[in-house]
């Protein structure tokens, strides 16, 4: 059966960087940071004080204020972007076209701040108190379902749960759903809305988090001072179709998606495969599914979490897969400025990877001023570069095991 080409023609997003890709792009470009102290839980209960939140979002601009209150802000975050992403893409859906657009978005957490607050409410008043909405407000794939039901998205509708590698699994998951002929058109992304107390108490126990005292300079990936993820939150969607769709309509076409790999590394419940071999795998499918050769890579957007193990073995899996290319590759981690969104990460991510090919900008990884001898790649210090960028491989790595790698290319 001969692959239909899948092209991305919509862009949408809520995230630390702005609520829509347009200010998202313009800040990541201008390497500015979304992280401060947090204010979303008691920052003084916790030994980390900072957090990357989203600011000034009201749901009632996409949805009904009823609709809203029934939705965790996962859900709103997801409902938002992917009608952003819809209306991007000028994309109609309608009786004629339903049955064929699909909707398949990630998150790895679901409702966290739903769960505490219904917790609560049982803990205090009783069984009887506990909403009837709560389940529907907190399970994960409950943002595919709400998009579907906001947008008439009658296609197949699922959610890809893998940690913090749940939105590139959807977006992988979904393109092949389109290349294979299942749907024409389908939304797709990660969401999450994780701060909550459980979260930063979790995370916190497990030693994961960034304990530094200066929230702009918390998060700096690859570089040697660094010292824990910070936590973030948003959605990033995209509108993925076939090509043939997209010409027929006119539609603006910012890049293609060719290839998705995904691997497990069969290790550790937390820490990545040593050397990472597992993250290396997924990203030598992702080329091979792409028909791409190593040193054809411009540009990679990578996990970059900012902890010690990923770093370095994000950076051994680079030299592996692309061998003497890897020197000369640009690679930089956008979570140096918006810390790390968890099961949305690869979402947004893909939005930068499409936008860096549309502008032949790479966006920057602030904060590397002390160099690492386990990190000795070229990671876009400090300023964004200007450069013409045709294929980029964004990677997704998750608790669990989970290896996550896309490739984009320029539209021709």
């Not at 859900?75 to 992403?85: C, E, L």
């Not at 040193?295 to 900012?306: F, P, V």
């Not at 502008?359 to 000795?376: L, S």
Request: aromatic content about 8%.
């Amino acid at each position: 059966m001969e692959k239909r080409r899948v092209v991305i023609t919509g862009l949408g997003a809520v995230t630390p960087m702005g609520n829509d890709t347009k200010s998202l792009w313009k800040n990541v470009v201008a390497g500015k940071s979304g992280i401060d102290f947090v204010t979303k839980v008691d920052k003084d209960e916790f030994p980390t004080k900072i957090a990357a939140e989203v600011k000034d979002f009201d749901p009632t601009h996409y949805m009904e204020k009823k609709d809203a209150r029934k939705m965790d802000p996962f859900t709103q975050y997801a409902v938002a972007s992917s009608k952003m992403a819809v209306e991007d893409a000028k994309l109609t859906i309608d009786d004629s076209n339903a049955h064929r657009v699909g909707v398949w978005i990630g998150s790895g957490i679901g409702g966290m701040s739903t769960w505490e607050d219904q917790h609560e409410k049982y803990l205090n008043k009783g069984a009887r108190r506990v909403s009837p909405f709560f389940v529907p407000m907190m399970i994960p794939d409950m943002a595919a379902g709400q998009v579907s039901i906001q947008l008439g998205a009658k296609g197949i509708n699922s959610c890809t749960v893998t940690a913090c590698a749940s939105g590139a699994n959807s977006i992988g998951d979904a393109f092949k759903s389109v290349q294979r002929g299942d749907v024409d058109y389908i939304i797709a992304g990660g969401t999450e809305a994780p701060i909550s107390n459980m979260s930063f108490a979790g995370f916190s126990s497990a030693k994961a988090l960034s304990t530094a005292e200066d929230p702009q300079k918390a998060s700096r990936p690859f570089d040697k001072e660094r010292d824990g993820f910070v936590m973030g939150e948003g959605a990033g969607i995209l509108v993925l179709e076939t090509l043939e769709t997209a010409l027929e309509r006119g539609a603006h076409i910012y890049g293609e998606i060719v290839g998705y790999g995904a691997t497990g590394d069969a290790y550790h419940i937390t820490a990545p495969a040593e050397h990472g071999e597992g993250a290396a795998r997924a990203m030598q499918h992702a080329l091979d599914d792409a028909g791409i050769n190593p040193n054809e890579i411009d540009y990679i957007n990578a996990h970059g979490t900012s902890t010690a193990l990923n770093d370095k073995y994000e950076t051994e899996a680079i030299k592996t897969v692309l061998g003497d290319h890897a020197q000369n590759v640009s690679i930089s981690s956008t979570k140096s400025m918006m810390g790390h969104l968890l099961g949305a990460a690869g979402g947004v991510e893909a939005i930068i990877s499409v936008k860096s090919i549309e502008d032949g900008i790479i966006p920057p990884t602030i904060n590397y001023e002390n160099p690492d001898p386990d990190c000795d790649l070229d990671y876009v210090p400090n300023e964004a570069r200007k450069q013409d960028v045709n294929v980029v491989v964004s990677n997704s790595f998750g608790f669990g095991g989970h290896n996550v790698a896309l490739v984009f290319k320029k539209y021709e």
